[in-house]
């Protein structure tokens, strides 16, 4: 290259108006998305109220514990790692973070959209309720890892095991539960304990014999679905009481109230039934779960207003929780109109925030 060749090459036209402005909008373009790629990739993936972060780490953390020191075997028990650490991931996140919300994401993941109508729970998405029923038959936990139905080794490693230590946290109390976790980790550190090692631990620390309940939740793919089935509250005149020619409502009136429970699954679990009258007033029984169905019966003078099945939800592997509550007046319209009402509202926030962009 040579100084002719080169002044020639400098032919450029000479700077229009035009040009300076093509040139001015096309590095402001670049400006722009070097910005928003820096600023806003460090600081809008984790706006308050999500722990988009904060989850995985407490997460990896975790495994530092279950599969580092205690060191179990990842290929045939994967729970005994990824399903407890979901666990206790999910409790850290409950005692330190809450109250957290649903974050979406939009435009390719790039702008995050923190939805406060929709609080996140421990039971729910911290324990992966819902990708746990999608695959809950799938396999017994105790099929080895690596046999698991293709698409379900998350649902029973991570999300099943995570419920049902949360459910072991709900029957025994947090305390037992931490002792029973604090004893397997300082008494098999090292040693690569396998399940029937941690249900051993579980079962001298609590006291209790819970070899009916780790038969169900890691040696069976039965699931678990209690509900009300029908909640009846009819009026009950005592006969003989009064004579016949009292009118009606001098009679001392009184309500039969009938509820029906139903074990939907085959999985079986000790469960309360409640049912709350129109004064406040309450009855419950406990029922052991184990028949296919069972009616309760109580005369008040006053009707029922609801029943619930496992009131405390105690039992967070149930995979049908709307079923778990009946009430005498229909509730299906107002329902629906809550839901509706603000499903639209959502939508409509949602259409002027891409239209401000488009
Ligand atoms: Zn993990």
Same mark, same amino acid.
């Given at each position: 290259?040579? /100084?002719?060749? /080169?002044?020639?090459?400098?032919?450029?036209?000479?700077?229009?108006?035009?040009?300076? !402005?093509?040139?001015?909008?096309?590095?402001?373009?670049?400006?722009?998305?070097?910005?928003?790629?820096?600023?806003?990739?460090?600081?809008?993936?984790?706006? *308050?109220?999500?722990?988009?972060?904060?989850?995985?780490?407490? %997460?990896?953390?975790? %495994?530092?514990?279950?599969?580092?020191?205690?060191?179990?075997?990842?290929?045939?028990?994967?729970?005994?790692?990824?399903?407890?650490?979901?666990?206790?991931?999910?409790?850290?996140?409950?005692?330190?973070?809450?109250?957290?919300?649903?974050?979406?994401?939009?435009?390719?993941?790039?702008?995050? @959209?923190?939805?406060?109508?929709?609080?996140?729970?421990?039971? /729910?998405?911290?324990?992966?309720?819902?990708?746990?029923?999608?695959?809950?038959?799938?396999? *017994?936990?105790?099929?080895?890892?690596?046999?698991?139905?293709?698409?379900?080794?998350?649902?029973?490693?991570?999300?099943?095991? *995570?419920?049902?230590? %949360?459910?072991?946290?709900?029957?025994?109390?947090?305390?037992?539960?931490?002792?029973?976790?604090?004893?397997?980790?300082?008494?098999?550190?090292?040693?690569?304990?396998?399940?029937?090692?941690?249900?051993?631990?579980?079962?001298?620390?609590?006291?209790?014999?819970?070899?009916?309940?780790?038969?169900?939740?890691?040696?069976?793919?039965?699931?678990?679905?209690?509900?009300?089935?029908?909640?009846?509250?009819?009026?009950?005149?005592?006969?003989?009481? =009064?004579?016949?020619?009292?009118?009606?409502?001098?009679?001392?009136?009184?309500?039969?109230?009938?509820?029906?429970?139903?074990?939907?699954?085959?999985?079986?679990?000790?469960?309360?039934?409640?049912?709350?009258?129109?004064?406040?007033?309450?009855?419950?029984?406990?029922?052991?779960?184990?028949?296919?169905?069972?009616?309760?019966?109580?005369?008040?003078?006053?009707?029922?207003?609801? *029943?619930?099945?496992?009131?405390? %939800?105690?039992?967070?592997?149930?995979?049908?929780?709307?079923?778990?509550?009946?009430?005498?007046?229909?509730?299906?319209?107002?329902?629906? !109109?809550?839901?509706?009402?603000?499903?639209? =509202?959502?939508?409509?926030?949602?259409?002027?925030? @891409?239209?401000?962009?488009?």
């Amino acid at each position: 290259m040579n /100084r002719t060749n /080169r002044s020639n090459t400098s032919t450029t036209p000479p700077l229009t108006k035009d040009r300076v !402005r093509t040139a001015w909008v096309a590095r402001s373009a670049v400006l722009v998305t070097v910005w928003f790629t820096a600023v806003l990739s460090a600081q809008l993936p984790a706006p *308050a109220g999500t722990t988009d972060p904060e989850d995985v780490t407490v %997460h990896e953390a975790g %495994h530092q514990f279950w599969y580092g020191i205690v060191a179990t075997n990842e290929f045939e028990n994967a729970w005994m790692d990824e399903g407890i650490n979901t666990f206790a991931t999910a409790r850290v996140m409950q005692e330190r973070y809450a109250p957290t919300y649903t974050l979406t994401r939009y435009f390719g993941g790039f702008v995050p @959209y923190l939805m406060r109508d929709f609080p996140r729970s421990r039971e /729910r998405e911290g324990d992966r309720l819902g990708t746990y029923r999608t695959g809950a038959k799938g396999d *017994a936990q105790s099929t080895p890892s690596w046999q698991y139905w293709p698409g379900t080794a998350g649902s029973i490693t991570y999300d099943k095991t *995570a419920l049902w230590l %949360h459910t072991l946290e709900r029957m025994v109390g947090w305390e037992v539960l931490q002792r029973i976790l604090s004893t397997y980790f300082m008494r098999f550190q090292f040693k690569h304990p396998k399940p029937q090692d941690f249900f051993d631990v579980a079962n001298e620390v609590s006291g209790r014999d819970l070899t009916w309940f780790f038969d169900q939740v890691y040696r069976s793919s039965n699931v678990f679905d209690y509900g009300v089935d029908a909640l009846r509250s009819d009026i009950d005149v005592i006969d003989g009481a =009064i004579p016949a020619g009292v009118k009606t409502e001098l009679r001392q009136a009184s309500y039969r109230t009938q509820v029906i429970v139903r074990r939907y699954g085959e999985g079986i679990f000790p469960v309360d039934v409640r049912v709350v009258f129109e004064n406040k007033e309450e009855v419950r029984w406990h029922w052991d779960g184990r028949d296919r169905w069972k009616r309760f019966e109580v005369e008040k003078p006053v009707r029922a207003s609801f *029943a619930q099945v496992d009131p405390e %939800h105690v039992l967070l592997l149930d995979v049908r929780y709307t079923n778990n509550s009946l009430s005498m007046e229909p509730q299906s319209a107002r329902a629906a !109109r809550k839901w509706s009402l603000a499903w639209l =509202i959502w939508l409509q926030d949602h259409l002027l925030t @891409y239209g401000f962009f488009v």
